[in-house]
């Protein structure tokens, strides 16, 4: 059955629902399931949230070497949301995070020392 429109149902119904939809294991306290999810939706955020710390991490490392001004930032953000959605890799998001400070302070200190916002490995 495919509900096609959002009804609002009262507590008592959604725990009726609830406990009709989940199955047989199913008791009082069950969480209702939303119309149209699918049960491997928490595990596709999952796998994102995961991608995304993976991402955050590389960016940071790759950071260090070249285009810090850009990649730091990028792996921030790619590391806060993948700590926000609950990444299983946490540790590299937390790592990719302070690489991605890294990216930014050896910024501030080559722009500090050179005045420019460009540097290279040469002389």
Excluded at 58 to 85: E, K, Q, S, Y
Aim: glycine share 14%; net charge neutral.
């Amino acid at each position: 059955m495919t509900l096609t429109a959002s009804v609002h149902r009262p507590e008592a119904d959604d725990a009726t629902a609830a406990g009709a939809g989940a199955g047989a294991g199913a008791g009082p306290g069950a969480e209702p399931v939303a119309a149209g999810a699918r049960p491997d939706d928490r595990r596709d955020r999952t796998r994102d949230a995961d991608g995304l710390a993976v991402a955050s991490f590389v960016l940071g490392l790759v950071g260090l070497l070249v285009m810090n001004v850009l990649l730091g930032p990028a792996a921030i953000v790619m590391a806060v949301l993948a700590l926000v959605r609950s990444t299983s890799r946490r540790g590299r998001a937390l790592l990719g995070l302070a690489l991605g400070i890294a990216d930014l302070v050896v910024l501030a200190f080559l722009v500090a020392g050179n005045g420019v916002v460009a540097w290279n490995f040469g002389g």
